[in-house]
Nanobody
C-alpha cells in the first residue's frame, strides 16, 4: 500500500509563488513516476507535471516556464515549485505515483491552491 500526503497549498496573490510537497510512504519503489495533477471546480482532472525515476520531466503547456517539478528519492518526496501564479491556476492539486511496470497508480488527498487578489 502506498500513501501520498500533499502539503503547501494556500491563498496567494497573482504573480506570487507557492511550493507544494508530497511525501510518499509505504511500499513505494524508486522506479515510480511521480506527478502533479489539478482539478478546478466543474472541470476534469488534468496533468500539471510528471517526473520519472531518472529525472525526465513533462509539463502541461499552461505551466511551462512557470512551474518546476523535482523529486528527492532518498526522502520519497516530490515537489512542485509554482511561480508567476495566475487566477486560472486555482484548483485542487493532487500528487500521483505511477508504477510503470505494473501499471498501478496512487493518489493523494489533494491540497487547495487559490490565486486571488
Amino acid at each position: 500500500q502506498v500513501r501520498l500526503v500533499e502539503s503547501g497549498g494556500g491563498l496567494v496573490q497573482p504573480g506570487g509563488s507557492l511550493r507544494l510537497s508530497c511525501v510518499a510512504s509505504g511500499n513505494i519503489a524508486k522506479r515510480y513516476t511521480l506527478g502533479w495533477y489539478r482539478q478546478a471546480p466543474g472541470e476534469q482532472r488534468e496533468l500539471v507535471a510528471t517526473i520519472t525515476q531518472r529525472g525526465s520531466t513533462n509539463y502541461a503547456e499552461a505551466v511551462k516556464g512557470r512551474f518546476a517539478i523535482s523529486r528527492d528519492n532518498a526522502m520519497n518526496t516530490v515537489y512542485l515549485q509554482m511561480n508567476s501564479l495566475k487566477p486560472e491556476d486555482t484548483a485542487a492539486y493532487f500528487c500521483n505515483a505511477n508504477d510503470p511496470v505494473y501499471l498501478v497508480g496512487y493518489w493523494g488527498q489533494g491540497t487547495q491552491v487559490t490565486v486571488s487578489s
